[in-house]
């Protein structure tokens, strides 16, 4: 029984597998399910050591089993649709430098812009880019200005919201000091959002829950610093603590109102300083979609030329 199921498996793996690849010896073999071709193809890779498996993934499964770990386990490199999904992919165990996101960052360019002159230099501009919900801690990011404006009333903050939620209404009807104000642009696009952070100072991600938002590698292409929580996985990935940022821990008593003071006490030439930091992350132009697959298969561009149109891998 099981010599005829391995039989089977064989004769279905080399009717739908091989034939796709000259001479029968396939170089690449992609993959969007993890069905038998899947485990086909993982199972060759294994045995030609110069073939090489890409796997594209849409979503996750509902329940992750025994056969989707080995699957992923195998592959040369995971493409997958966006860097929340890549962070997902890599609590699974898959190594970083093995995934591909396919939303970024390959157009940073947009945000690759110094920030524009303004008259009111003295005024601290903050922005908070994503919904104004309960878990975004926005609720809990605006008392904490208010209590160091209480105590600074001879210098003045503006908080710039760019995004909806149910808590637009409740921000809207706190009451502020003279030296607080706040101004909504409800949801923009990247093009205006790239024009926003020409304009201010330093961006907040006060997320009280596990969040993954690529706004942070675009306030900091922008030369922004970053005000964030290590709640967020993109602050804690990407915002070093003093040099690009300040990064907090919102469940620790004080922790947010804490590094709000620091960030808005910095010395102009400190945060001059933390923008050039905050630039230079993202100052080296992506590398294209082709290149990154390179990279994660770790081939040399003449080992294994392919278009990438005929793969179906362009976003």
Do not use: Y
């Amino acid at each position: 029984m099981a010599a005829a199921l391995t039989g089977a498996f064989a004769q279905r793996f080399a009717q739908r597998v091989v034939p796709a690849f000259p001479g029968g010896r396939p170089k690449l073999t992609v993959c969007h399910d993890f069905g038998s071709d899947a485990v086909g193809a993982v199972v060759r890779r294994s045995l030609v050591p110069q073939s090489r498996v890409l796997f594209r993934l849409r979503q996750l499964p509902p329940s992750l089993r025994g056969l989707h770990r080995f699957v992923l386990a195998g592959v040369d490199a995971v493409v997958v649709e966006t860097d929340a999904l890549a962070s997902a992919v890599m609590k699974l165990g898959v190594p970083a430098p093995r995934i591909v996101s396919l939303s970024g960052p390959s157009d940073l360019a947009l945000f690759n812009q110094p920030p524009r002159a303004r008259a009111d230099k003295a005024v601290c501009r903050i922005v908070h880019v994503g919904d104004l919900e309960p878990e975004a801690g926005v609720a809990e990011l605006l008392p904490c200005v208010v209590a160091w404006a209480d105590r600074n009333p001879d210098r003045h903050v503006e908080l710039w919201w760019s995004g909806e939620g149910c808590l637009r209404g409740v921000l809207e009807a706190q009451p502020l000091p003279a030296n607080v104000s706040q101004r909504f642009h409800g949801k923009v696009s990247r093009k205006q959002l790239a024009s926003i952070f020409q304009d201010c100072d330093l961006l907040a991600v006060p997320a009280l829950s596990d969040s993954w938002t690529d706004v942070v590698s675009e306030a900091m292409a922008s030369r922004l610093p970053v005000l964030g929580s290590s709640r967020s996985r993109t602050v804690a990935e990407t915002v070093v603590d003093g040099v690009t940022g300040w990064v907090f821990d919102p469940f620790e008593a004080g922790a947010m109102g804490s590094a709000v003071d620091a960030a808005l006490s910095v010395l102009p030439q400190e945060r001059e300083h933390m923008r050039a930091c905050a630039a230079a992350r993202f100052r080296h132009p992506a590398p294209g979609l082709d290149e990154r697959l390179r990279r994660a298969m770790r081939i040399d561009a003449s080992e294994l030329p392919f278009d990438l149109s005929a793969l179906g891998l362009t976003s």
